[in-house]
């Protein structure tokens, strides 16, 4: 796979298709209320798995989907990324439910 000049893997989310919407903001936006705001974007997060399956299909491990996210990360201004059993843990979730969607 192409890298980009910070050595980045590019092709699944490359800036062209992160470009082509409305900049999302890094900071999760989220109701006021108690509590420490989210660290990371979680929803742009589950919006990215939504596109890379949709442009790329189901990929063939939940590892290969970890490590998509995880470049995903990568290429975003989240100071600094979440750990990867962070992502991992999010991706599984989301994993369950795309596993058991009929194909």
Same mark, same amino acid.
């Given at each position: 796979?192409?890298? %980009?000049?910070?050595?980045?893997? *590019? ?6 298709? =992160?470009? #082509?919407?409305?900049?999302? #903001?890094? $900071? ?7 509590? =420490? ?17 949709? %442009? ?5 491990? $939940? ?14 201004? %989240? ?16 994993? *369950?439910?795309? #596993?058991? =969607?009929?194909?």
């Amino acid at each position: 796979m192409p890298r %980009d000049q910070r050595g980045h893997a *590019r092709g699944l989310f490359d800036a062209s298709a =992160a470009d #082509s919407g409305p900049k999302a #903001s890094t $900071q999760a936006k989220r109701p006021a209320g108690p509590g =420490a705001p989210p660290k990371h974007d979680w929803d742009a997060f589950a919006g990215a798995i939504a596109r890379r399956v949709h %442009d790329h299909g189901m990929p063939a491990s $939940q590892g290969e989907l970890v490590r998509d996210m995880m470049e995903w990360f990568a290429g975003r201004e %989240d100071f600094p990324p979440p750990d990867e059993r962070t992502v991992r843990r999010k991706v599984s979730a989301i994993w *369950r439910e795309l #596993s058991m =969607a009929p194909r």
